[in-house]
């Protein structure tokens, strides 16, 4: 499972993540885009380093570019409330994407020197690596690019309810079961928001068809990964028959990297190259 996961990560370290900053439109950003892959490229080989000395200073290096993109969220946090209330959502969204890889790099460092976090394990923190940068930074990333585009009050609820979830989510690591099941719940409406208006909305008004499959598949496949996870949170708490986390992993981890974030970043990188030259082509 450790290789699996592994590549999981090195997938949102080094593709997700950047691709993932360029489509938020944020000018502020470019400049911490460009340097990504100085931080990105020692914290993905610390993944396949023995845990210790080595494999935890390549950690906190991109940890350090963690931070550094957290840091432009309290600025945006400040303007907030001068935002029209239909475009506050979409900013919410924002915010979660550029904090939550910072959650994600924090769990690695302890991870990879090999010490428990906050009383969680390491086999915990290696899973919460992916979780932070596939649940947390493209779910919200993508959840506010829908949000934009649709202009309607389920993109705004998806909007919300994505870093809400993935907030209830970090909080019942802590509280305990049934807490992130109610995290897992409202992020599965959420997401399931997402993969609707996706769907329905943003696919359906496109006309080239590589755009239009890739959109297609990040929908169903976003539609039965979080289906799978609703079901183990739903286990965990109750005691009912679940899948195990190796099964997770090879199910609602791949699908969630390679079938929603990676299919939702190439699409909607394509849709915004094709804005752009026909925004070019008009002037």
Same mark, same amino acid.
């Given at each position: 499972?450790?290789?699996?996961?592994?590549?999981?990560?090195?997938?949102?370290?080094?593709?997700?993540?950047?691709?993932?900053?360029?489509?938020?439109?944020?000018?502020?950003?470019?400049?911490?885009?460009?340097?990504?892959?100085?931080?990105?490229?020692?914290?993905?080989?610390?993944?396949?380093?023995?845990?210790?000395?080595?494999?935890?200073?390549?950690?906190?290096?991109?940890?350090?570019?963690?931070?550094?993109? !957290? #840091?432009?969220? &309290?600025?945006?946090? *400040?303007?907030?409330?001068?935002?029209?209330?239909?475009?506050?959502? @979409? +900013?919410? $969204?924002?915010?979660?994407?550029?904090?939550?890889?910072?959650?994600?790099?924090?769990?690695?460092?302890?991870?990879?020197?090999?010490?428990?976090?906050?009383?969680?394990?390491?086999?915990?923190?290696?899973?919460?690596?992916?979780?932070?940068?596939?649940?947390?930074?493209?779910?919200?990333?993508?959840?506010?690019?829908?949000?934009?585009?649709?202009?309607?009050?389920?993109?705004?609820?998806? !909007? #919300?309810?994505? &870093?809400?979830?993935? *907030?209830?989510?970090?909080?019942?690591?802590?509280?305990?079961?049934? @807490? +992130?099941? $109610?995290?897992?719940?409202?992020?599965?409406?959420?997401?399931?928001?997402?993969?609707?208006?996706?769907?329905?909305?943003?696919?359906?008004?496109?006309?080239?068809?590589?755009?239009?499959?890739?959109?297609?598949?990040?929908?169903?496949?976003?539609?039965?990964?979080?289906?799978?996870?609703?079901?183990?949170?739903?286990?965990?708490?109750?005691?009912?028959?679940?899948?195990?986390?190796?099964?997770?992993?090879?199910?609602?981890?791949?699908?969630?990297?390679?079938?929603?974030?990676?299919?939702?970043?190439?699409?909607?990188?394509?849709?915004?190259?094709?804005?752009?030259?026909?925004?070019?082509?008009?002037?």
């Amino acid at each position: 499972m450790s290789v699996l996961v592994n590549s999981i990560v090195m997938l949102g370290m080094l593709v997700v993540v950047p691709a993932g900053l360029r489509l938020t439109g944020v000018a502020g950003l470019d400049r911490m885009r460009r340097l990504w892959p100085l931080f990105a490229v020692p914290g993905a080989v610390s993944l396949w380093l023995p845990r210790g000395t080595a494999a935890t200073a390549l950690a906190v290096c991109y940890a350090l570019g963690a931070v550094l993109l !957290a #840091l432009h969220a &309290p600025p945006r946090l *400040l303007r907030l409330r001068d935002l029209p209330t239909s475009r506050a959502p @979409a +900013e919410v $969204a924002l915010l979660t994407a550029l904090v939550t890889p910072s959650i994600a790099a924090t769990a690695l460092v302890a991870e990879r020197s090999g010490h428990p976090l906050f009383g969680f394990g390491l086999g915990i923190l290696a899973l919460t690596v992916p979780h932070f940068h596939f649940a947390g930074f493209a779910a919200a990333l993508v959840a506010g690019l829908v949000c934009r585009i649709t202009d309607s009050r389920a993109g705004r609820f998806a !909007a #919300l309810s994505v &870093p809400l979830g993935t *907030l209830l989510v970090l909080i019942g690591y802590f509280i305990g079961d049934w @807490a +992130e099941l $109610a995290g897992a719940a409202v992020l599965t409406a959420g997401m399931w928001t997402v993969a609707l208006l996706t769907w329905r909305s943003v696919r359906a008004g496109q006309r080239d068809r590589v755009t239009r499959a890739l959109l297609a598949v990040s929908s169903a496949v976003l539609a039965v990964t979080m289906a799978l996870a609703l079901s183990w949170a739903l286990g965990e708490a109750t005691g009912l028959p679940h899948p195990t986390l190796t099964w997770m992993a090879a199910t609602h981890g791949l699908g969630n990297a390679l079938g929603f974030a990676l299919c939702s970043v190439l699409a909607w990188q394509r849709l915004r190259d094709r804005t752009g030259h026909e925004e070019s082509r008009t002037a």
